[in-house]
């Protein structure tokens, strides 16, 4: 038996659905909520347990959000939206321990100790916690604005739809089960932040909706593992060799937290077959931080030690979802959000950011009319222009990503003179002079922090002279300008590891 719910008759609210409560769902509530709306919010997993921070990441259950427990930080483009919009929710998350991240923070030592702060530095700060309690704190903020409700233990099962006179399917509500039964909850809007592997849209999709999508894989997996500082510890200071750092072979990385933990990724390419299964083991992954330089401080047993094991995370794919078709809607009163959407290489960090600006964009378009088919023509537009560009930038790095990590165990691998102009590009021009230059390297962090077009810093015809300048000027001039190493060669760190060299090799 269905119980029908109808949408609430007051006067001129607009009912949005938001299937969802992950960092997607909330950012939608956030931008969204407030106002002449009412949002509600299904999420299939229970709500989180009483209590604070530490209470959340070692008993709240989110079977629906796979990277729980992964790695998370907030780059500045969402944290300048949380500071503009909802000071009180930067205030509650400051409260729970959450951290900022300043510019002067990130600089390299030299640039750091003649260091002068500028107008705008202010928008370059990242804000770092465990994913678990930027999720609670959030979602506690959520449900206390107006308009706004969370309702947990709800699992969305199908869409409500029908096709109007020209075939296009139009979306009014979904049908869920929920702890009285199954319901048919009706809407105006419904916005699927189910994530990554949300069905809705594959409804659709079977349906014959001409969603179009384009995929790949970003050829690595991720393994985290969280640490406490043993009490009386502080954080190691950030010297001269960083925390993080990219062996070709492996990526690696520190993400202070908050309520003095922290936690360290280790991205490992998908043809690394050894290195990937030996890392799972605590001890292993123990030794391997150890190995690097920047990290070794961090987990020195005297300063820090292990929380639980070591997490994995797989099936890392890129993919953009097209909702108009031939310049027309493919389906009417539905927007997909986050994941559902657009997938991304978390290494980047930028999911929760593209989330937020997305439902940026949302708001825009349902703000601006109340048609159906020009809001999503307004959606599909303001993607296009605020997220697609860092999509695109994100394919290409994974791919020169993947082909460098072939090219790793690939024997006598010499690389074309493009490639390896393009690679003294980067690491001689681009890396030295952001290194060399705080104004450089302020430009490069507004595309990086989302705050610009990501390449629009190098498109300045200033900053490419500039560049172009430090590269002329060779690698011996440039010396005191590159980093130091930040980890052993894949020889030396598998036979310190006990681990065969030869056995990925592949054939040339």
């Keep these: 038996?269905?119980?029908?719910?109808?949408?609430?008759?007051?006067?001129?609210?607009?009912?949005?659905?938001?299937?969802?409560?992950?960092?997607?769902?909330?950012?939608?509530?956030?931008?969204?909520?407030?106002?002449t709306r009412d949002v509600t919010l299904l999420e299939r997993d229970d709500a989180p347990p009483e209590g604070g921070p530490d209470v959340a990441f070692d008993q709240w259950q989110r079977r629906g959000v796979g990277q729980l427990r992964q790695s998370h930080a907030f780059l500045a483009r969402l944290r300048n939206i949380i500071r503009d919009e909802h000071p009180q929710l930067l205030a509650d998350l400051y409260a729970a321990g959450c951290r900022d991240i300043a510019f002067a923070d990130m600089l390299p030592?030299?640039?750091?100790?003649?260091?002068?702060?500028?107008?705008?530095?202010?928008?370059?700060?990242?804000?770092?916690?465990?994913?678990?309690?930027?999720?609670?704190?959030?979602?506690?903020?959520?449900?206390?604005?107006?308009g706004v409700t969370i309702r947990s233990g709800v699992k969305v099962r199908e869409l409500v739809r029908h096709k109007d006179a020209r075939g296009t399917i139009v979306v009014t509500g979904v049908v869920a089960d929920t702890a009285t039964g199954r319901e048919e909850i009706a809407a105006d809007v419904v916005v699927d932040a189910g994530g990554k592997a949300a069905n809705l849209i594959e409804q659709l999709i079977k349906?014959?909706?001409?969603?179009?999508?384009?995929?790949?894989?970003?050829?690595?997996?991720?393994?985290?593992?969280?640490?406490?500082?043993?009490?009386?510890?502080?954080?190691?200071?950030?010297?001269?060799?960083?925390?993080?750092?990219?062996?070709?072979?492996?990526?690696?990385?520190?993400?202070?937290a908050d309520n003095q933990r922290f936690s360290i990724t280790l991205c490992v390419p998908e043809i690394e077959h050894g290195l990937r299964r030996a890392v799972m083991d605590g001890e292993m992954f123990q030794r391997i931080c150890l190995a690097m330089p920047g990290m070794a401080p961090w987990v020195d047993p005297a300063?820090?030690?292990?929380?639980?094991?070591?997490?994995?995370?797989?099936?890392?794919?890129?993919?953009?979802r097209n909702l108009v078709s031939d310049g027309k809607p493919a389906v009417l009163g539905y927007f997909a959000i986050g994941d559902a959407l657009v997938r991304t290489n978390p290494l980047y960090g930028r999911g929760c950011s593209l989330a937020a600006v997305s439902a940026g964009v949302l708001r825009r378009a349902l703000d601006t009319t109340a048609?159906?088919?020009?809001?999503?023509?307004?959606?599909?537009?303001?993607l296009r222009a605020e997220v697609k560009p860092y999509y695109d930038l994100m394919l290409?790095?994974?791919?020169?990503?993947?082909?460098r990590a072939r090219a790793t165990l690939t024997p006598d691998h010499?690389?074309?003179?493009?490639?390896?102009?393009?690679?003294?590009?980067?690491?001689?021009?681009?890396?030295?002079?952001?290194?060399?230059?705080?104004?450089?390297?302020?430009?490069?962090?507004?595309?990086?922090?989302?705050?610009?077009?990501?390449?629009?810093?190098?498109?300045?015809?200033?900053?490419?002279?500039?560049?172009?300048?430090?590269?002329?000027?060779?690698?011996?001039?440039?010396?005191?300008?590159y980093a130091p190493k930040p980890g052993p060669d894949r020889p030396e760190l598998m036979a310190h590891l006990g681990l065969d060299a030869q056995a990925d090799m592949l054939a040339a």
Excluded at 447 to 455: C, S, T
Aim: proline share 5%; glycine share 12%; net charge positive.
């Design 1 to 35: 038996m269905v119980a029908l719910v109808a949408a609430s008759p007051a006067a001129q609210r607009e009912q949005i659905l938001v299937v969802g409560a992950g960092i997607a769902g909330l950012c939608t509530a956030l931008r969204l909520g407030g106002g």
């Design 109 to 146: 030592p030299a640039l750091r100790d003649r260091y002068v702060a500028q107008r705008g530095d202010a928008d370059l700060t990242i804000l770092t916690s465990r994913r678990t309690t930027l999720e609670l704190v959030i979602r506690r903020y959520v449900e206390r604005l107006p």
């Design 303 to 320: 300063t820090s030690e292990p929380v639980g094991k070591v997490i994995g995370m797989g099936d890392l794919h890129s993919r953009w």
């Design 396 to 403: 290409k790095q994974d791919r020169s990503a993947i082909r």
């Design 371 to 382: 048609d159906p088919a020009k809001r999503l023509l307004i959606y599909d537009g303001g």
């Design 207 to 256: 349906a014959g909706a001409p969603i179009g999508e384009t995929a790949e894989t970003a050829g690595v997996l991720y393994f985290t593992r969280h640490y406490r500082l043993r009490d009386g510890q502080g954080e190691p200071p950030r010297g001269e060799i960083a925390a993080s750092g990219d062996l070709g072979y492996l990526k690696f990385g520190v993400f202070p």
């Design 414 to 481: 010499r690389p074309r003179i493009k490639a390896r102009l393009a690679k003294s590009f980067i690491e001689d021009g681009i890396t030295v002079a952001a290194r060399s230059d705080v104004d450089l390297m302020r430009a490069m962090m507004r595309g990086f922090h989302m705050l610009e077009h990501p390449e629009a810093w190098l498109k300045r015809p200033a900053n490419l002279g500039r560049v172009l300048g430090y590269w002329a000027r060779g690698a011996k001039r440039n010396a005191a300008a």
